[in-house]
């Protein structure tokens, strides 16, 4: 080991104890991103610890990746460099909790199916279905700004973040916004952490605003033909009084594979969208008798699935990325961003390019939102699918879009931006990002503005 | 009187129709809601975003400070010139650049008036949801900088939640565009940083927002009470059983009163509180939540549920509701609105304080409340003209703010801190809080020129309650 491996252990040892520094190298290849693992795991204990682990860092000009179970360290670019790991596993804790203010504030190692079931007691939720799903921690969460088709109802942890505590690499605690569900005071300085992907400083503790759980819900299916009858039952839906929690226009790849495996596995020749409503037994029935007549008119069918089925399809399409590799290890995963009402346009665009590669390729549309998710599943070679990625680029873009890479070999992730190009506000970024981290010491060379 | 150089100046680049500077002329631009005044050196009425680009460079190179203005409804003096300098109102840009109903979004310059954005969109099922009661005069530009909200916000979120992105001149002049179209831009969320920030941070010139739709049914609730803590002790119990109105809004008798005599909207001139309760949704849903909600009145000893019968009956009510600061403007020279925030199950308790804190100072308070979300808005009268009235405003708001903080809350729920409350944030932030906001402000406005004495306290040193309010009238 050379010496400087061990300065670097030696000082964290002393911070956070020997049994919270790890260099095993199984443990460490766990986290390893984009091909490179840290030299060391440390797992802090408190804010305080933290914040220490993070100062003596920069000053040895060490580079930290924060993280928790990995679900979301494949997205963003390779890192320029990598030594330590810092885990926030043993940072689980509920420091405020008033159910009947809807409010928590907890650390951010808990993980998200924990969090729910501990808030479900009291009828309450945080109402996101964000990639990673149970196994996501409520600090990656916050940290990516994670979400799932529920945005379409409830929002992004944009829109639930009340205030959180940051540690930064200057080893101070600096705190934002605060507990309560109303709150001018100070700049928003939450928004900056909010979808920053543990590239400015570690959160160390968030307080959310909590939602009722809603009575009852209920998913509905309509096979749609083609496209053009999606967006057309798209607009009609949007349009009609309901309020969908969550809708998806999935291609009949996406279908397929999203069924494969579970009690609804079956062929899928046409795209489908699949819907969640909420609301008491009265509402539902209101739900389905629009639903039916609006499908009518588009001449497509409805079908109303049993919840637990419907619960389990519903985790499948928001979190891709926990299952999907493992059914085709090199699957590229490719996230739009749009106006929502070219999602169908884009889709089919990317069909299109995909059938022209002779690429496999199964679409989500998140619909009233304006995400997209593109799974690339054949092997093919690494040329072709860098071409395929830039002309889906190209497409979005094309219709006032972007796309973000997600997943994809490590090979191939030198060649293209995980974010594609930034905008004229891309000088401003820089500069918070060297006003929070001047050392380039969090997560460096993963996010924005690739040269 | 002759312009002086910097007024020429600015008649050159934009007109002389557009630059104000004459002292009759300016005077009208010295003050906000607030009642804090200061007049500027010169006002310029910018018609596009490359006259705020030269108007922000000449005020740049000559080092005078600019403030943005929008329809100086303000209430914690944030459109003030502190320091003199230019003030660049609004009023010329105003224009809805683009309505997108498929997306759901409209594309406005800063000076368009909020409930003409709602107008706008109306007919088509439509509307911009952040609603302050000001509505019909605040500008769009000044909600986002002050991150506005209103009754209904809620249930809907603040302006925050409805804004996607901004065109920004920076003090240098330089043109950023932040956000997108749609959301979750990859890159750090600088729309979100801005929102909020006062005009500290730059000009925003341009606004990407989001629209609403209009919900099927809607039904207002009047609960009357005659103790007036049976209100908030309702308001904790409709959360605590996890409904959420679309608003929740309570006045005490006292202020009640005074919106019954200006405004006659049907509000028992007898009772000691009321709460204003809209549900909105399906017909089916809100049919259940308002029964829901009566019954919770009831438990809680409401003397009375009424529902509005008709849309008139209900735009009355709110009214009433939304000029009720007028109402007490009308039978006390001056008022001194305050807004703190407080978690919503210690609402009884924090209305039992102010009650105190009104004995203890002879003075009278009225209570409005954003209640659903604890936003409380006392209104302490008094008379300017009487300096020893002033002290002891000037106290007790200070005493109600720190109720506030130890509460768990915050100073402001959406007047912002302006210059107002800048020497309070020690209670809430700490030094090192407080000096990451100050370098985070120098990334966008290095040398201090935009809006400058706002947002940020003198000194770092912690807790001197000094709220500023200085005679004058008042609205
Ligand atoms: C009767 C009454 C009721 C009110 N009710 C509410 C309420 O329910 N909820 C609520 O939130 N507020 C309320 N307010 C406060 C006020 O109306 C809001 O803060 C409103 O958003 C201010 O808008 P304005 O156009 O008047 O802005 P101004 O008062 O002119 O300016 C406010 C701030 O915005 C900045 N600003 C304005 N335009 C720009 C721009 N283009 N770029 C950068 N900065 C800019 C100014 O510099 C200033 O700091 C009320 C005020 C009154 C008088």
Redesign the interface.
């Given at each position: 080991m050379n010496t400087a491996v061990e300065t670097m252990q030696r000082e964290f040892v002393a911070i956070v104890g020997a049994s919270h520094v790890v260099s095993e190298p199984a443990a460490c290849s766990a986290l390893s991103v984009d091909g490179k693992a840290p030299q060391c795991v440390v797992y802090p204990a408190s804010a305080a610890d933290v914040t220490a682990v993070l100062r003596c860092a920069a000053e040895l000009g060490l580079a930290v990746i924060p993280c928790r179970n990995g679900t979301k360290l494949g997205t963003g670019n390779p890192p320029r460099r990598y030594d330590v790991a810092l885990s926030l596993k043993d940072m689980n804790r509920v420091w405020h909790y008033e159910p009947d203010d809807l409010t928590v504030t907890v650390e951010p190692g808990m993980k998200f199916g924990d969090f729910q079931h501990f808030v479900g007691r009291q009828g309450l939720w945080l109402p996101l279905d964000p990639p990673g799903g149970a196994r996501a921690s409520l600090g990656g969460i916050v940290a990516t700004n994670a979400t799932g088709p529920l945005r379409l109802y409830y929002g992004a942890p944009r829109d639930m973040v009340l205030g959180m505590k940051i540690a930064t690499v200057e080893g101070k605690v600096v705190k934002a916004g605060g507990r309560v569900v109303k709150n001018v005071a100070g700049y928003d300085i939450a928004k900056l952490l909010i979808g920053s992907y543990g590239t400015l400083g570690v959160i160390v503790e968030t307080s959310f605003k909590l939602f009722p759980l809603p009575a009852g819900r209920e998913t509905f299916v309509m096979p749609t033909g083609t496209l053009s009858i999606a967006r057309d039952l798209r607009r009609r839906i949007l349009h009609s009084p309901l309020t969908p929690l969550r809708m998806v226009l999935l291609n009949p790849s996406a279908a397929e594979l999203t069924l494969a495996g579970t009690p609804l596995e079956r062929p899928v020749k046409e795209p489908e969208i699949w819907l969640e409503m909420a609301g008491s037994p009265r509402v539902l029935e209101r739900c389905h008798g629009e639903l039916e007549g609006l499908a009518k008119a588009a001449g497509a069918p409805l079908q109303r699935l049993a919840s637990a089925d419907a619960e389990n399809v519903w985790t499948g399409i928001s979190d891709l990325q926990s299952w999907l590799p493992g059914r085709s290890p090199g699957v590229v995963i490719l996230r739009a961003l749009l106006p929502d009402a070219a999602s169908e346009e884009l889709l089919s665009r990317a069909e299109q390019e995909a059938e022209n590669d002779k690429a496999l390729l199964a679409g989500f549309a998140q619909l009233g939102v304006g995400v997209l998710h593109f799974c690339l599943l054949s092997e093919a070679a690494t040329p072709a699918v860098l071409g395929l990625i830039r002309r889906l680029r190209g497409a979005a873009e094309s219709l006032g879009g972007v796309l973000i890479v997600e997943r994809c070999h490590w090979d191939i992730k030198d060649r293209v931006d995980a974010w594609g190009s930034p905008g004229d506000d891309f000088a401003v970024m820089k500069k918070v990002k060297e006003t929070w981290d001047p050392k380039g010491t969090l997560s460096p060379g993963r996010f924005l503005g690739r040269a | 009187m002759k312009p002086r150089p910097l007024v020429r100046e600015l008649t050159r680049l934009l007109g002389p129709d557009a630059v104000l500077w004459r002292t009759e002329d300016v005077m009208l631009y010295e003050y906000d809601g607030l009642s804090v005044t200061a007049p500027p050196e010169a006002v310029v009425l910018p018609s596009t975003t490359e006259h705020v680009v030269g108007i922000v460079k000449l005020a740049a190179r000559e080092g005078v400070p600019v403030v943005a203005r929008g329809a100086g409804t303000g209430l914690s003096g944030g459109s003030v010139a502190m320091e003199g300098g230019i003030v660049i109102g609004f009023a010329r840009m105003k224009r809805i650049i683009e309505i997108?109903i498929?997306?759901?979004?409209a594309r406005v310059q800063p000076g368009v008036v909020n409930m003409d954005l709602t107008l706008a969109v109306g007919d088509q099922?439509c509307y911009f949801a952040p609603d302050p009661s000001s509505q019909k005069a605040c500008t769009i530009g000044g909600n986002v900088a002050?991150?506005a909200?209103g009754p209904h916000?809620l249930a809907y979120?603040?302006t925050?939640?409805h804004i996607l992105g901004l065109e920004v001149v920076?003090p240098d002049g330089e043109?950023?565009?932040?956000g997108?179209?749609?959301?979750?831009?990859?890159?750090?969320?600088?729309?979100?940083?801005v929102?909020?920030?006062e005009g500290t941070l730059g000009i925003v010139t341009e606004i990407t927002a989001r629209l609403s739709?209009k919900?099927?049914a809607v039904k207002t609730l009047l609960a009357i009470y005659d103790d007036v803590l049976d209100a908030p002790r309702t308001v904790?119990a409709i959360?605590?059983r996890?409904?959420?109105p679309a608003a929740l809004e309570m006045m005490d008798g006292f202020t009640l009163r005074a919106v019954e005599a200006a405004f006659h909207a049907g509000f028992p001139m007898d009772s000691a509180a009321v709460l204003l309760i809209e549900v909105e949704?399906?017909r089916?849903?809100v049919e259940?939540d308002a029964d829901q909600i009566e019954a919770i009145c009831q438990e809680n000893h409401a003397r009375e549920v009424r529902r509005a019968k008709s849309a008139e009956e209900r735009d009355l009510l709110w009214r009433g509701r939304k000029n009720a600061f007028g109402a007490l403007g009308r039978i006390s020279p001056n008022y001194y609105v305050q807004d703190g925030?407080?978690?919503?199950?210690r609402l009884p308790e924090m209305l039992g304080f102010i009650g105190q804190v009104g004995q203890k100072y002879q003075l009278r308070i009225g209570n409005i409340f954003?209640a659903g979300?604890?936003?409380l808005h006392p209104l302490l009268m008094f008379d300017a003209r009487d300096k020893d009235q002033t002290v002891r405003v000037t106290k007790a708001a200070g005493e109600i703010m720190a109720k506030c903080v130890e509460m768990?809350?915050?100073?402001?729920?959406?007047?912002?801190?302006g210059i107002e409350?800048r020497d309070l944030?020690p209670l809430?932030?700490?030094a090192?809080?407080?000096e990451?906001?100050q370098?985070?402000?120098?990334?966008?406005n290095p040398r201090g020129t935009l809006n400058p004495a706002k947002?940020?306290p003198t000194t770092k040193m912690c807790g001197e309650i000094r709220v500023q309010i200085s005679t004058g009238g008042v609205l």
């Open positions: - | 997108d498929e997306n759901l979004r099922g002050e991150n909200g916000t979120g603040v925050t939640n920076l043109i950023i565009h932040t997108a179209r749609f959301w979750d831009r990859p890159g750090y969320d600088l729309t979100g940083f929102v909020g920030s739709r919900p099927e904790a959360t605590a996890r409904i959420t949704g399906l089916e849903t259940d925030v407080i978690p919503r199950t954003h979300d604890g936003n768990g809350g915050s100073l402001t729920g959406e007047h912002g801190v409350k944030m809430i932030f700490s090192d809080d407080l990451m906001m370098k985070l402000k120098a990334v966008f947002l940020l």
